[in-house]
């Protein structure tokens, strides 16, 4: 017990700093990119990074639980509890992971993620969140543009002001005259992409593995504390053993105590 007790602390605190980690690092992401939910089709792909986040969510009251398990080993509510959110926080980081997958499919093809910004763009004339979601992602990724800065000439008479590195003010902003960035948005689309889910998808694995390493120690101690239960009840209950001797003199027979058979004493009858 004390070897597993050692195993879960250490665990609690791997849980609780990479917990922190994986959720804090993962929901900012998601607040910094959410330009993408508009300006592509990828929006379900990162919205399912929210199984990330509820995955660490859950690894904090397992931290506190693989605390409190060592000190109460005859708490089976206890330890039933901590492995069923093990099991939880590993069944949504396993989703999260799933769903990564396919995201990861979606931006190997550049092509595709090409024609959904296109298409997105043509809507900027009309739709305030595009034209905003465009022009926070020019000014983040310092460029202009899908391909190149000429895109913008195919559905507007103007160069955005995000290519000049600034915000839209009033119902269409002022156009930009001196274009800051002139290189386009799919390459450092994709490049941000790939660390992200890089980045996420190690995090979330090494997650995996502390957790499998929490569940096994865990289970390791609810059947060691059981057995040493079981012992200790047998223990307990067993009563002595009580044999008459019979000797030849026909006296009261003593009664010997015994706690085995082993301890029967080697009487032979009388000549």
Not at 15 to 41: N, V
Not at 59 to 87: D, E, G, R
Not at 199 to 224: C, D, E, K, R
Request: with cysteine; proline share 6%; aromatic share 8%.
């Amino acid at each position: 017990m004390k070897s597993s007790g050692l195993v879960l602390f250490i665990c609690a605190g791997l849980l609780l700093s990479g917990g922190a980690i994986l959720g804090g690092s993962t929901a900012w992401s998601l607040l910094r990119m959410s330009y993408y939910f508009w300006t592509s089709d990828l929006g379900v792909e990162l919205g399912s990074s929210v199984l990330f986040i509820a995955g660490s969510l859950l690894c904090l009251p397992t931290c506190w639980l693989s605390t409190l398990v060592p000190y109460q080993p005859k708490k089976i509510s206890f330890m039933a509890t901590l492995m069923m959110l093990i099991t939880v926080s590993m069944l949504m980081l396993s989703l999260g992971l799933v769903s990564f997958a396919g995201l990861s499919r979606s931006i190997r093809d550049s092509n595709a993620l090409n024609a959904s910004m296109l298409r997105a763009m043509s809507h900027e004339a009309y739709d305030p969140a595009v034209r905003n979601s465009f022009g926070a992602m020019q000014i983040e990724l310092k460029c202009c543009g899908v391909n190149s800065i000429s895109d913008w000439y195919q559905y507007r008479g103007s160069i955005p002001p995000g290519c000049c590195g600034r915000i839209s003010n009033g119902k269409r902003g002022g156009p930009c005259e001196v274009p800051r960035f002139s290189n386009g948005c799919l390459r450092p689309a994709l490049a941000e992409l790939r660390n992200y889910i890089n980045a996420v998808s190690i995090l979330a694995s090494s997650m995996i593995m502390v957790l499998a390493v929490t569940l096994f120690t865990a289970a390791y101690s609810l059947v060691i504390g059981d057995v040493d239960r079981k012992e200790l009840r047998s223990l307990k209950t067993s009563q002595p053993l009580r044999i008459a001797c019979l000797t030849g003199v026909h006296t009261a027979s003593p009664l010997v105590s015994l706690t085995s058979p082993a301890a029967i004493p080697n009487i032979s009858p009388p000549m």
